[in-house]
């Protein structure tokens, strides 16, 4: 039953893709705010598609006790499962991302109109400072931004080097930062096929204030959400 209902979910989600690609696309070049908002209703649409055909419920946690923003969210990355969800429920934030996703054909089109930050991985200091510089003019319109240290999904239970981005991104901006753990990939695996039935559970910690050192920060963020996350795998059954 459950690779059945993982062949529906992509068989909807391709064909939600073609619509919407051929559909949507003119908004790109005449209207971009609406681009933007079809982009995010696709999104709320995946969640609701996983909980509806795969039984994959999705519990967002702490969101709402949150004080005003904007804040620097760092998220564990796991499955496509947190990037639908984060877009869907952070409406205003912009997401740091690799330049080669702008690349994908129409996906690229519509991620690049969502005002995205786009990094050369490759571009060593000069990309981060063009990074940190794009999200300072994010922050000053009262947006919060998106990164996922680690720069790809993991596997649950396995930890990657945190990227410096981060610890660029916490200094340049001096504004709280909020790590975000989760269990996502217990259920829909790193370039997994099959969505498994169960409640992820997606967790915003207490915020990290700004004006730490460097390296203290570094060292707390990877011990709140190396340790949120792996907290939320043992509730729902382990890695």
Not at 29 to 58: C, G, H, K, M, N
Not at 161 to 188: E, K, M, S
Not at 189 to 202: D, N
Request: net charge positive; glycine share 8%; hydrophobic share 50%.
């Amino acid at each position: 039953m459950t690779w059945l209902r993982s062949l529906v979910f992509l068989a909807v989600t391709v064909i939600a893709m073609l619509v919407v690609g051929i559909v949507a696309s003119p908004l790109l070049a005449f209207d971009r705010p609406r681009a933007v908002r079809v982009t995010r209703w696709f999104s709320r649409f995946e969640v609701a598609v996983l909980r509806v055909i795969a039984d994959l419920d999705l519990e967002m946690r702490g969101l709402d006790m949150l004080p005003d923003g904007p804040f620097l969210f760092a998220a564990k990355h796991q499955s496509a499962m947190e990037t639908y969800a984060l877009t869907a429920c952070l409406p205003q934030a912009c997401f740091v991302l690799k330049q080669e996703i702008l690349q994908v054909p129409v996906v690229g089109w519509f991620v690049a109109a969502m005002d995205v930050i786009a990094v050369d991985r490759s571009g060593g200091t000069s990309a981060l400072k063009s990074m940190v510089t794009q999200a300072r003019a994010v922050v000053a319109q009262g947006r919060s931004v998106v990164i996922f240290p680690e720069g790809t999904r993991v596997a649950p239970g396995e930890l990657q080097r945190y990227h410096p981005g981060v610890a660029a991104l916490y200094t340049g901006l001096d504004i709280p930062v909020v790590p975000v753990a989760l269990n996502t990939g217990l259920f829909w695996r790193r370039r997994g096929f099959l969505k498994h039935p169960g409640r992820a559970v997606i967790a915003f910690l207490d915020p990290i204030p700004p004006g730490l050192e460097r390296k203290a920060f570094m060292a707390e963020l990877e011990t709140r959400i190396e340790g949120g996350t792996r907290t939320l795998l043992d509730e729902a059954g382990g890695a």
